[in-house]
């Protein structure tokens, strides 16, 4: 039932009858599949619903002007929508609200995301890019109000690269940037501050994007007087109509129940986005929400009798079925009909997706059945196991979780036996887990073999006599390069552009590589993580600069519910390869210190967190992740860009290997792994230890996520038997995140002779000032001391109290 996209001028009447007859039975389509949805999670057969009903009409119309190369970002009530371009159908809906695992059934997330998740894939099996400008288009949707606004931003301004940046190569990603992005979200959701920061983003950059507020005067039970001021938005938003002046935005309200109004508006935004690269708001006022917010509650408890009675009268479908029948293009008996046939076909495909859903835990529950069988036969506690099989016989509808459970509890009362029918229980639990675990954790990383793990290591060459610079010069001199040889990359942020940022890491590449490639911002660090992705799902290679890391905590909402889980909640069938580009490590006060790595790797899992100890690992990461595919986070040392390095003679082909640490130094006493500015200082503190007869082997993390991939850490355990991990991060953190993948994960405890050990900043944020930093994180001394009364401890004699 895709929407033929044929324009509405000189059009026969029959094709114009078969245009709407054919919107209003996805119309009907999508309103009962959300009545019936409804039902099976108040039946049990689904966790929790939330539907598109009472938004139809507008996304029919939307649907009618959305072009392949067009891209959507939008929320959860668009089913119709997708209805509407042939990528959902009843059964694939009705999979997505059982979270079927087969991502043949549910294509939108294999089960990972609740209903109302929509993507398209993007990318091929191989991980290379399909021709997306062959193709309608959906960015993967995440369930936080208003998170799908900053990546629109994005996806938007990719067409406005493609249309005015030469040489880059826009086969499958453009056709010169006549592509829109549609941007959906609810009336409540533009309070938030991502939708604010967005409009304001679009409106400076003057991008091709269509933002659609579906208007049902209300947000859950909240009514709009509590949401938005003047309870209008499009209202509120009048500053930002254009002028003949002044650019701006093309602001559009129409009735959501209109649908001639909004065929009429969907055509005009989409003209105005495609040919002029303005951007369109489109308020759609006066829908409504038939089965109120979601599953968890009514409407009824918070809507006066006149309000529903209102939203009976003028419910988009019904307004829509009066509007056929007055203007004659079919009577109430044929409508009769096919309303009839769409709700047989609607229940048919809730059957076939409920069977197709249980037809392999049936199975699995059958092999288990007979297993349980074979092991109480001989087994002393047999009246326990054989407790077990009944339980499990009477559950008629099995899911994976009642296989996995019922056979791990059997096996408990299997404690102390050998037989072959205990070995082909364990056997059938490995072999259920391998099946089955993948289905909900692959994917958290590229599986592919050019992911960024495996891009080799490229070591730096110097000449005899190198030329020591400052370590911005270095940056500098391989974004030149990296810029170069890369068309499609781009970077942008706070300063980015003009003074080539802050510490002149990118000085003077804007006059070289134009504005639109080495690009300022306004100060908006959500929009600025937003750009990133959406530019990066349309095939660019975008660097997104934060300013300082302390200031990432603005965009980490972002980074965390987009960017990170992009690739793991599409199954591989996405991907955004974004690079942040961001400093911190020991600078002054409280909100530049660069002391919020814990919250970091524990937020970002799905992305690589990189910590280079000086300018030129820096530089290989970038090359290191311009050769891949996979997002990740550079985290400079921002007291390192006036300190010396060596120039070397291979920048632009340096790669840092990510998930490998190196060591330093070489040491027998003690192993001390540390990371970032903080390295420095463990290195100046080896040597004075030196002099006291301490020799420590010191260790550079490099990379966060992942943490020493090889397990190299450990061999130096083995070899110094003491593990000390010093971090400038808070109690708790980042420091206690490598003592768990050292001694537990590389099973380091083994060969430890005293307790492993850290030393972190205090838990407070680091005070201002250079004494503000060495009464707050590690400094030299702290260092000392510490390593010394390790090594007091291990032998008193030779290192005798300090204090």
């Known amino acids: 039932m895709k929407v033929n996209l044929q324009d509405n001028n000189d059009i026969s009447f029959e094709d114009f009858k078969e245009q709407i007859l054919n919107d209003y039975e996805i119309a009907v389509l999508s309103r009962e599949c959300s009545l019936l949805g409804r039902r099976e999670v108040l039946t049990g057969k689904a966790k929790f619903g939330i539907f598109g009903d009472g938004k139809e009409l507008p996304q029919l119309a939307m649907a009618r002007s959305f072009k392949n190369g067009d891209f959507r970002s939008g929320y959860y009530r668009d089913q119709t929508f997708m209805m509407a371009l042939g990528h959902l159908n009843a059964k694939q809906f009705f999979h997505g609200l059982y979270a079927t695992t087969d991502i043949k059934k549910e294509p939108m997330s294999a089960g990972r995301q609740m209903g109302g998740h929509f993507v ?10 399909k021709d997306l400008t062959a193709q309608t288009n959906s960015s993967a949707d995440i369930s936080p109000t208003a998170g799908q606004m900053p990546r629109l931003l994005g996806l938007a301004q990719a067409s406005k690269i493609y249309r005015n940046v030469e040489g880059i190569d826009t086969t499958n990603f453009s056709k010169n940037g006549n592509e829109v992005a549609w941007g959906t979200i609810g009336n409540a959701s533009t309070s938030e501050g991502h939708f604010f920061e967005t409009i304001n983003a679009a409106g400076v950059l003057q991008v091709p994007m269509v933002i659609s507020v579906w208007d049902d005067n209300y947000g859950i039970s909240v009514h709009a007087r509590h949401q938005t001021t003047k309870e209008d938005i499009s209202e509120i938003l009048k500053g930002f109509q254009r002028t003949e002046d002044a650019k701006g935005y093309e602001i559009l309200i129409v009735n959501g129940w209109d649908y001639t109004a909004l065929i009429h508006a969907y055509e005009n935004a989409a003209d105005i986005a495609r040919e002029e690269h303005v951007p369109v708001l489109i308020h759609v006022k006066e829908l409504t929400q038939p089965q109120g917010h979601s599953t968890s509650g009514s409407h009824e408890r918070y809507k006066s009798e006149e309000r529903l009675e209102w939203e009976r009268e003028n419910d988009c479908n019904k307004r829509f079925r009066e509007w056929i029948l007055e203007i004659g293009i079919a009577t109430d008996d044929e409508l009769k009909v096919l309303e009839k046939d769409i709700r047989k076909n609607v229940r048919t495909a809730k059957k076939e997706a409920w069977n197709e859903f249980l037809d392999s835990h049936r199975a699995a529950k059958e092999e288990l059945l ?21 339980d499990l016989i009477a559950i008629d509808e099995p899911i994976k979780k009642d296989i996995a459970s019922k056979a791990r509890r059997a096996l408990r009362y299997l404690i102390g036996e050998d037989t072959n029918a205990k070995n082909e229980l364990i056997a059938f639990i490995d ?20 992911n960024a793990l495996s891009i080799k290591e490229v070591k730096a060459v110097y000449d005899p006599e190198a030329e020591k610079v400052d370590g911005r010069i270095i940056l500098k001199e391989n974004f030149d390069k990296l810029f170069t040889n890369n068309p499609e990359a781009l970077i942008f942020g706070e300063d980015t552009g003009a003074i080539g940022d802050v510490n002149q890491g990118l000085e003077g590449l804007q006059k070289k590589f134009g504005e639109l490639r080495i690009a300022d911002t306004g100060i908006r660090e959500a929009t600025i993580v937003g750009q990133g992705i959406g530019l990066a799902m349309r095939g660019l290679r975008p660097i997104a600069e934060i300013q300082y890391l302390d200031y990432l905590l603005y965009g980490l909402q972002t980074l965390s519910d987009d960017l990170a889980t992009l690739l793991y909640r599409t199954v591989g069938k996405q991907k955004a390869p974004l690079i942040i580009r961001t400093r911190g490590h ?36 970038y090359n290191t992740l311009m050769k891949s595919d996979e997002p990740a986070i550079v985290i400079e040392s921002l007291n390192g860009y006036r300190l010396k390095e060596e120039l070397p003679t291979n920048l632009g082909e340096i790669c840092t290997p990510i998930g490998i640490v190196e060591t330093v130094k070489e040491g027998s006493d003690l192993t001390v792994v540390s990371y970032g500015s903080t390295l420095r200082i463990v290195m100046q503190v080896a040597q004075e230890l030196n002099e006291v007869g301490i020799d420590v082997e010191v260790i550079d993390a490099q990379t966060l996520l992942p943490f020493d991939v090889n397990k190299d850490v450990v061999e130096s355990v083995k070899k110094t038997n003491r593990l000390l991990v010093v971090d400038e991060d808070m109690p708790g953190g980042c420091s206690a ?61 030779k290192f005798s109290k300090l204090r």
């Open 120 to 129: 398209t894939p993007s990318l091929n099996e191989d991980g290379t890019w």
């Open 370 to 390: 007979a297993l349980l069988d074979k092991v109480s036969g001989s087994s002393p506690n047999k009246v326990f196991i054989t407790r077990i099989k009944n």
């Open 431 to 450: 072999r259920y887990y391998k099946e089955v675990q993948p289905k909900f954790s692959s994917h958290l990383y590229s599986e592919l073999p050019n």
């Open 586 to 621: 020991r600078l002054e006060g409280i909100w530049h210190s660069g002391s919020q790595m814990g919250g970091i790797i524990n937020l970002l899992r799905g992305m690589y967190i990189l910590v280079p100890r000086n300018m030129v690992k820096a530089a290989g990461f």
């Open 737 to 797: 995140y490598l003592i768990q993948e050292i001694v537990e994960n590389q099973e380091g405890y083994k060969y430890l002779d005293s307790a492993p050990q850290t030393l972190t900043a205090k838990a407070h944020r680091p005070a201002y000032a250079t004494d503000g930093d060495y009464f707050s994180k590690p400094n030299a001394e702290d260092i000392f001391e510490k390593i010394y009364g390790i090594m007091h401890e291990v032998n008193p004699v």
